[in-house]
């Protein structure tokens, strides 16, 4: 016999969201100490910014062409989530890989993996 399920409240994908937003300015102030200032040591490789953005790509593409399609709660929860995680790659990536040596660089990847992870905001969450 199967039990059925109770259907998932909105307000699961609603802290999803927000623990994943502000887990990124968590690591931004506490792991890698703020923000940093100052002029780059040399000028940023290309292939490096194109790693660091290609999450924002990945991310958006998953917001506005794979989320949608979704018909359900239970169905949109494990696309959210794929998407947060790669809009928060390049907020990381920044992070990490770019540090300290490229500060404006890290500073722009911090604010577009913010406004890649904003535009999961799910008000989307809604039964159809």
Known sequence: MQQ???PMPAITL???WFAILTGLFILQ???VGGFHTGPASSPVSSGMVAICMSGIIIASFIRWFILPR???LAAQLPVMIIGLAF???TGLLSMFLIGKAYPS???LGFILSVLAILQFMPVYAKTK
Do not use: D, N, V
Request: avoid cysteine; glycine fraction near 0%; charge should be negative.
């Open 14 to 16: 609603w802290i999803i």
């Open 105 to 107: 660089m890290q500073l």
């Open 87 to 89: 809009a928060e790659l």
């Open 70 to 72: 979704q018909s359900s």
């Open 4 to 6: 059925s399920q109770a």
């Open 29 to 31: 102030t506490f792991i």
